[in-house]
């Protein structure tokens, strides 16, 4: 037993999440530096405004994704697992085409249409002037997206920590210098372009100098040749319905500010609902080193036949997922107000609200911690999209009534709107993650007991077992 456990916290596994666990908390702190520095330097009613525009840029940006990250991290992994070199180089060169092309897509796009769907959403067209610029990041962070992309299918998470952290600490110094300068939230936006621009160098070095022929990589300019030829359809019908899938996330999840920016003549609705939602992100940090790794394990596995060690394999990531965030929600309940006074000042705790709201939100996504892998690797992407279209009515429906109902009924119209529409989100979110869990036992149960699986150790073990460790 000494040995085996030994082997599960020891193994390549552990050892990546551990990294990925060291560079999100890193990363997250980094990020909760920033948004301290925005709120107190760009005070209360431009931070609103500042949150409009990063929604604005989040809804054209659901053009841009088109499912290739997930759709390579998968595709890549699977093929270093079945060892399969030209695959490998194949789906590498194919990232980097739809990188190229998907960046600057979205990048003229939205210079074009910002101003034109910043008047027809906010009724605010000054909003899309700030976007306009915040668009060019999407065609210079075409070196970071890729680079990022390409580090997580072939499971190199330690290097990829140290990447996400320099991305991180970049946008800070950015930020922050643009703010003691006193540049405004043009200065703001200017330097999120900026710091993306610098990583995006970064990843390029990081090709050519970690990765390259070492691992079975051609150079950067044979890539971009290979990258030319590579056809459209490598992952075309994965990519389409991870694509839907995914923007159907982000759409949810931009829904809520879009609604309040429209439902109120004030952004401090949007402000509110925006840094509570960014300080529940924050505190996933606490099972999303686990959940970064998922997806490349899981399709490592299914390469090779596996899937009785990834059916109980993900019922242990659920419930490792899950105590994690019910313990972590627990400690906050009594100390929540006085940590958003103290880092965001005096006459800030009404943001332990709509915070508190969320909060509900944040314990059953630790129960889901897992469901982005498994709609990969069962072959379920498109069932979980339509869970999200059905419920798009309904849920949309669900939190323009909260948001009216909350700033009718509390005594700060501004923070009962905000609460509203965390309301509403939550009850949203949470009934499509119950959903899809239900399911997602029984699609992996059935997986794992259909003829030609092939069983394995517990999570961890397998690896040095089979020479992935290597």
Known sequence: MSDRFRQLVTGRFARDTAATQA??????????????????????????????????????????????????ISRVAEARGAQDAAAFVGQTAYLLKMTVVIGAAVTAVGVVLAPALARLVYGKPDIGLYAR????????????????TLLAGMRRMRLLAGFNVAFAAARLAAVGGAVAAGLGLWGVVGA??????????????????SLGRAEGLPG?????????????????????????????????EVVPVLVLGRLSASAEPAGYFNLARNVMRNLGLVFSGLAKNLLPFFSE????????????????AVIAGGVAALV??????PVLPAVLAFFYGEGRAALA??????????????????????VVVADKVWWSARVK???????????????????????????????????GYAAWWIGMTLVQLVVSFRVLRALATQPGAVDADALGVGDAQAGVDS
């Open 389 to 423: 279209l059905v419920s798009l009515p309904i849920g949309l429906g669900v939190l323009i009534g909260a948001a009216l109902a909350g700033r009718a009924c509390w005594e700060d119209p501004l923070v009962g709107a905000a609460m509203g529409a965390a309301a």
């Open 301 to 316: 596995l299914k390469g090779k036949r596996q899937l009785g060690r990834l059916w109980r394999d993900y019922r242990r």
């Open 192 to 209: 999120h372009v900026a710091a993306t621009l610098v990583i995006s160098v970064l990843g390029v070095g990081i090709y050519r100098r």
């Open 353 to 374: 609200a709509v915070a508190y709201v969320l909060l509900a939100k944040f314990a059953v996504d630790g129960f889901g911690i897992g469901l982005g892998a498994f």
């Open 133 to 148: 610029l915040l668009f060019v990041s999407s065609v210079v962070g075409m070196g970071r997206g890729f680079t990022a």
């Open 220 to 252: 950067l300019g044979a890539l971009v040749r290979a990258a030319v030829r590579a056809p459209w359809r490598r992952t075309f019908k994965l990519g389409a319905l991870v694509t839907l899938d995914r923007q159907l996330v982000k759409l949810v």
């Open 328 to 333: 972590v929600a627990a400690v906050c309940v």
């Open 23 to 72: 560079g999100l908390v890193v990363s997250a702190l980094c990020a909760f530096a920033t948004s301290i520095i925005l709120w107190r330097g760009l005070g209360q009613a431009e931070y609103g405004r500042y949150a409009l525009v990063f929604a604005l840029y989040g809804l054209v940006n659901i053009l841009g994704d088109v499912g290739l990250g997930t759709a390579s």
